[in-house]
């Protein structure tokens, strides 16, 4: 059983589109990150959830906009794409802390055309 | 504010060689670090981490790093890689109790045969 699933794996989409990304963790998590990854491999952090509350955003647009219906899942809705969202998208979660082990999902390689 | 600074972009080392990467960190209060490898095409998994006690921190697949707190540095060692090691390892920095972790910008260990 996958730890920490992302759907889709792959994303290709049309400026201005809007889009999002799934993820599941099935480890009983309390914690769950996302994270993006640009060309150059740098890892940054976008959002933290605990217990389904926002804990970090870290001066992302709006136009980015998690939901964590549950603890198990926290899904990534991007609005109006520009061409810099293109990245590797990470899922991550935690049992709590961050200084709990992270683990990661396979990432979502978002291209915008 | 915290940060992490990873000294090499690459590294190449041959089979059966020694290699050391090296992080550097910079913190106004008590750190939890950490390495994360990625494979390619794939999320990162843990290395190691350095919560508290022994400086010397063992980890998987042979891997080793030392945390000095007076030169803050987290280095990571192996006496000796595999062609299997070759990857993106990333060093990360957390602080006690937070929610969020700051990776450096990674480094690409490439072993050659």
């Known amino acids: 059983d996958t730890a920490v699933s992302q759907t889709p794996k792959y994303l290709v989409t049309q400026m201005g589109n809007d889009k999002s990304i799934k993820c599941e963790q099935n480890?009983?998590?309390?914690?769950m990150y996302w994270y993006k990854q640009d060309s150059k491999k740098f890892l940054k952090i976008m959002f933290s959830y605990n217990n389904k509350e926002l804990i970090i955003n870290e001066t992302v647009p709006n136009r980015f906009s998690p939901k964590s219906p549950d603890k198990a899942h926290l899904n990534l809705h991007i609005n109006s794409l520009e061409l810099g969202d293109s990245a590797v998208y990470f899922c991550a979660s935690s049992q709590e802390r961050a200084t709990d082990t992270q683990y990661f999902g396979p990432g979502t390689r978002l291209t915008v055309l | 504010a915290q940060s992490v600074t990873q000294l090499d972009s690459q590294v190449p080392v041959f089979e059966e060689a020694p290699v050391e990467l090296r992080c550097n960190y910079s913190s106004s209060v008590s750190v939890y670090l950490f390495w994360y490898v990625q494979y390619p095409n794939q999320g990162l998994q843990l290395l190691l981490k350095?919560?508290?006690?022994?400086?010397l921190v063992k980890g998987i697949n042979g891997f080793e790093a030392e945390f000095n707190k007076s030169q803050t540095s987290f280095h990571l060692r192996k006496p000796s890689v595999h062609i299997s090691d070759t990857a993106e390892y990333f060093c990360?920095?957390?602080?006690?109790?937070?929610?969020?972790?700051?990776f450096g910008a990674g480094t690409r260990l490439f072993v050659k045969a």
């Open positions: 350095y919560l508290s006690g022994s400086t």
């Open positions: 990360a920095v957390s602080n006690t109790g937070g929610f969020k972790t700051i």
């Open positions: 480890l009983g998590h309390d914690t």
